[in-house]
């Protein structure tokens, strides 16, 4: 992508994205709990509070 700074023009990275969506929310959206925890991703696994 181009965008102009300070009056010249230089070329920046695009955000990658999936589908229109941000990695992060796409992969929030899809995966599932198991792949979630063999990658380490605690932080995207929902907090559920089941009672027996």
Excluded at 7 to 17: D, F, I, L, Y
Aim: proline fraction near 4%; charged fraction near 35%.
């Amino acid at each position: 992508m181009w965008v102009f700074m300070n009056g010249k023009q230089v070329r920046v990275k695009r955000p990658e994205t999936i589908d229109g969506m941000n990695k992060d929310e796409f992969i929030r959206r899809i995966a599932d709990p198991i792949w979630l925890h063999q990658n380490e991703m605690w932080e995207y696994m929902d907090q559920e509070d089941e009672e027996i």
